[in-house]
């Protein structure tokens, strides 16, 4: 993958951000997945006036490909118009680590800075479905 011409999925976490709706903190996230189907699937964050029940871009565009029956990620590409590069919260990454365990993440922002990293780098000793079924099996 490393040889991957991530140009389009930049664009479409571009055209995220411009899509976000954010007219409470006027911080316009954008990201996009890119499926091994070769799809890609963009998202924005989206707010609310109940302000906890706002979405982030990386869980929109994540959702919307498993929406559309993707399983399989292959990148994901988050940008923010902040001096140091994207920093996913701690929900998207725990989001990120079982939608996407596989995948390639890519931190940009809009002056042009990327970074690549991976989902286990992102949040490491994680929680995940291995403890629920350890759990289960001491009854
Ligand atoms: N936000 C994201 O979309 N992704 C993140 O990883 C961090 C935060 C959004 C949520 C909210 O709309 C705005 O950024 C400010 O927190």
Do not use: W
Not at 5 to 14: F, G, N, P
Not at 75 to 85: R, S
Not at 112 to 123: A, H, K, R, Y
Request: hydrophobic content about 45%.
């Amino acid at each position: 993958m490393e040889q991957y011409d991530y140009t389009e999925l930049i664009r479409a976490a571009q055209t995220g951000q411009e899509r976000a709706y954010a007219p409470y903190s006027r911080f316009a996230v954008g990201a996009a997945v890119l499926t091994a189907s070769g799809h890609i699937f963009p998202g924005c964050n989206i707010e609310n006036a109940a302000y906890p029940v706002t979405m982030c871009a990386e869980r929109v565009a994540l959702f919307s490909a498993y929406a559309a029956g993707e399983r399989e990620i292959v990148a994901i590409a988050v940008i923010t118009a902040t001096d140091a590069v994207a920093s996913p919260c701690g929900a998207c990454r725990q989001v990120i680590l079982e939608l996407a365990p596989r995948s390639i993440v890519l931190l940009l922002n809009t002056r042009g800075d990327q970074q690549i990293t991976t989902p286990q780098e992102l949040l490491p000793a994680a929680f995940g479905a291995s403890q629920l079924s350890e759990a289960k099996e001491r009854g």
